[in-house]
């Protein structure tokens, strides 16, 4: 075991991190902890600990996160439990470094919620810490009900159906241990879509995906959306108030008067813009709406207006991509 005291970085070799020997240390007489509890260790035979120590000396000491897994699974260390009420590990939850190691080590067997959860695609995968108000999530408010067009097209899923409102669930999961139905019902979205996540992005390479969302996660914490898609849903939940910036907006941009019956379109179509989502999710919408213009609206001053008419704060712009 390196030397506790020690200032120069230890690299791990299953990983590749650079550690302070401390670091290293603490893991290690954690999984000595494991297998012979700390306060036994004076009265514990000599054989006994020794073989601990082969034991967590093998395990931190692993050449990569496959033989990681194994050898915990060999000996039945770090491991985890995933039926516990928050989903997260219990016995090594005490030791970031081994938590990050062992999440690691884990991931090609987890589902893909999970791996979102402990962003195991991350530079240092790690359990949610529960620093969240109420009802909040880490990317809670970033995240349009449908993935940006841009970004779902990178992602390869852009035209799958669901696919982009699966890839904002997906992104919004990205290190939160709140429910992906909860998630589902603040951004609009059909709470049977958390269910089937996994199938609706099913595709070769789910390692890349999840490394490409959370690139995306950590670029929105660099420099989070301008919008805050949570309120907008629940702003276009109130019908009223999105028919009345509608019929304000088609005055003001038809050249001619439209029709009762496009009213209804028009509404969706606003609605559509100002949450970022899809017309299918409109809550207020039924299946004869289309969700389109009258063709004597020009369309650039109608969603101008109609914008106007809605709650936003005087800097807040009407769509936003990421950079």
């Given amino acids: 075991?390196?030397?506790?005291?020690?200032?120069?970085?230890?690299?791990?070799?299953?990983?590749?991190?650079?550690?302070?020997?401390?670091?290293?240390?603490?893991?290690?007489?954690?999984?000595?902890?494991?297998?012979?509890?700390?306060?036994?260790?004076?009265?514990?035979?000599?054989?006994?600990?020794?073989?601990g120590i082969v034991i967590a000396d093998?395990?931190?000491?692993?050449?990569?996160?496959?033989?990681?897994?194994?050898?915990?699974?060999?000996?039945?260390?770090?491991?985890?439990?995933?039926?516990?009420?928050?989903g997260a590990p219990h016995t090594w939850l005490r030791n970031p470094l081994l938590q990050s190691m062992r999440l690691q080590s884990l991931a090609p067997r987890l589902s893909l919620a999970s791996r979102l959860t402990y962003r195991t695609a991350s530079r240092r995968p790690c359990v949610p810490r529960r620093i969240w108000g109420a009802g909040q999530w880490p990317a809670h408010g970033w995240v349009p009900p449908t993935m940006w067009p841009d970004c779902a097209a990178q992602l390869g899923l852009g035209n799958r159906e669901h696919a982009a409102a699966a890839l904002s669930l997906a992104l919004s999961k990205t290190g939160s241990d709140v429910p992906l139905r909860v998630?589902?019902?603040?951004?609009?979205?059909?709470?049977?879509?958390?269910?089937?996540?996994?199938?609706?992005?099913?595709?070769?390479g789910v390692d890349r995906l999840t490394a490409e969302l959370d690139t995306l996660f950590t670029t929105l914490q660099e420099a989070p959306p301008p919008i805050n898609y949570s309120d907008r849903v629940t702003y276009g939940r109130d019908k009223a108030l999105i028919m009345s910036a509608t019929e304000t907006a088609l005055t003001d941009?038809?050249?001619?008067?439209?029709?009762?019956?496009?009213?209804?379109?028009?509404a969706v179509a606003l609605w559509t813009v100002?949450?970022?989502?899809h017309s299918s999710y409109c809550p207020w919408a039924t299946s004869e709406i289309t969700a389109t213009?009258?063709?004597?609206?020009?369309?650039?001053?109608?969603?101008?207006?109609?914008?106007?008419?809605?709650?936003?704060?005087?800097?807040?712009p009407m769509t936003w991509t990421p950079p």
């Avoid at 050449?63 to 060999?74: G, V």
């Avoid at 998630?183 to 070769?204: E, K, N, Q, S, Y």
């Fill in 293 to 316: 213009l009258p063709p004597s609206v020009d369309a650039s001053v109608f969603f101008t207006r109609a914008f106007d008419r809605l709650p936003h704060r005087s800097d807040e």
């Fill in 274 to 277: 100002f949450t970022g989502s």
């Fill in 1 to 51: 075991m390196q030397n506790a005291r020690s200032t120069e970085p230890v690299e791990l070799a299953s990983t590749g991190w650079k550690v302070t020997a401390s670091e290293y240390a603490d893991a290690y007489l954690s999984v000595l902890h494991e297998q012979v509890p700390a306060t036994t260790w004076k009265s514990t035979p000599p054989g006994r600990m020794l073989e």
């Fill in 253 to 266: 941009s038809a050249t001619t008067r439209p029709e009762p019956s496009c009213r209804e379109g028009a």
């Fill in 58 to 86: 093998a395990i931190i000491t692993a050449p990569t996160p496959h033989e990681l897994d194994s050898r915990c699974s060999q000996h039945g260390l770090l491991t985890p439990d995933f039926r516990s009420g928050t």
């Fill in 183 to 204: 998630i589902a019902l603040d951004l609009g979205l059909p709470t049977w879509l958390a269910d089937r996540i996994g199938a609706v992005l099913r595709r070769p």
